[in-house]
């Protein structure tokens, strides 16, 4: 195994699946003159009504009543560290009824990366990279509709890619463990969409915007690495039907990566520049930003991927279909077959930032 270390570049959220309630799972408070978010520990609640009050509070819960307002009459003396799970500083504004898309947390409270989630962003560079081999693409990709939700099915080309089923996934090779930051590591934002509408001049939309926690921008941590070459070539001399492993090394797999993560930033910042409306020029700008700390990445040494919640869909797919000759005919149809208004628009249409411009989800990986 090898430690990798890796750095939160711009904020990272992989989520837990919870969703906290405004002024019921997290109020809004002032700690030092800035405005934080406070996640509320139901233990702590509890040793600060006593059981005489529980009702009282399970009450206020089911009316949605202002978290802060009950502890003044039950609690007086009570300040927000006497009611946290964990404060978190916080970057936006929040509404009257937003929710809050939790950060993943492991058993002793510190956020994470899970190793699935780095493998997975690996795994989609890697076949962006290799999958120009694959002869007649295009008839290899199915579509299916299943109750109304279309789908784009890739598994013939990953199957000749790495492997015909999991026993043969040449994946299995490549072992990555989790990456656990350090306890106050947390920020909260808005995010919003850019998001190019019809009769909009400005790109920026806020309607469906979304408070999330996530991993801060410049938060360090490590984790285990290993491409098992060993291993895979005695499996591979003894079972025929496993993959061709990719990569061979570490600093090959760097250079795969920081290759493919260069080529999407640069592809998102020629789109950009020539949408002629306002409100994109800071994301160009990110992007400017991320493309420069690529090209100062020493070659095998250290890489920038991206990974998590609003990574877009060009960075979550590879945007490898975009080369397909039945991208236009069959992808995009699939993709978003119920905004046919769209039709005129190239896809995808919407990227995410939060309210100050930053982007999410990019990592700078150093052996």
């Known amino acids: 195994m090898s430690t990798i270390k890796i750095e939160a570049l711009t904020p990272v959220h992989v989520g837990s699946g919870n969703l906290f309630y405004h002024n019921t799972d997290f109020v809004q408070v002032t700690i030092s003159n800035e405005p934080h ?18 009702d009282h509070w399970l009450e206020a819960i089911a009316k949605r009543e202002n978290l802060k307002e009950f502890l003044k009459r039950f609690a007086p ?51 962006a990279s290799l999958v120009n081999r694959i002869s007649d693409k295009e008839s290899k990709i199915s579509v299916t509709d299943w109750r109304n939700k279309t789908t784009i099915e890739a598994s013939v080309v990953e199957k000749e890619l790495f492997g015909n089923d999991p026993n043969s996934d040449v994946f299995r090779f490549i072992q990555v463990g989790d990456a656990y930051f ?32 996530a991993i ?44 493919h993560t260069r080529q999407l930033v640069k592809d998102e910042i020629s789109f950009w520049r020539e949408v002629d409306k306002f409100g994109g020029e800071d994301y160009v700008e990110e992007m400017k930003k991320v493309l420069t700390v690529i090209n100062d990445c020493k070659e095998g040494e250290s890489c920038v991927l ?53 982007l999410f989800g990019f990592v700078k990986l150093s052996q």
């Open 216 to 259: 801060g921008t410049d938060s360090k941590s490590e984790f285990q690495l290993k491409i098992a070459k060993a291993y895979y070539d005695f499996v591979r001399r003894n079972f025929s039907t496993t993959g061709q492993l990719p990569v061979a090394s570490i600093n090959e797999l760097f250079r795969v990566i920081n290759d």
């Open 37 to 54: 978010i406070v996640i509320i520990s139901e233990e702590k609640i509890w040793k600060l009504l006593g059981e005489q009050h529980v």
């Open 182 to 213: 350090g306890k106050e590591t947390e920020i909260a934002t808005r995010l919003i969409n850019l998001n190019i509408r019809q009769g909009k001049d400005n790109l920026q939309d806020d309607s469906k915007s979304q408070l999330v926690e």
């Open 77 to 127: 003396q009570a300040k927000s560290k006497d009611y946290a799970k964990r404060r978190i500083p916080l970057y936006g504004t929040v509404r009257e009824n937003d929710t809050l898309k939790e950060c993943i947390h492991n058993g002793v409270g510190l956020p994470y990366i899970p190793g699935s989630s780095i493998k997975g962003a690996i795994r989609t560079a890697i076949m």
């Open 306 to 358: 991206r990974i998590g919640h609003a990574s877009g869909w060009r960075f979550i797919t590879g945007a490898w279909t975009e080369e397909l000759k039945n991208f236009k005919d069959v992808v995009i149809p699939a993709s978003r077959p119920k905004f046919r208004d769209y039709i005129e628009y190239d896809f995808p249409k919407t990227r995410r930032m939060d309210e100050e411009s930053y």
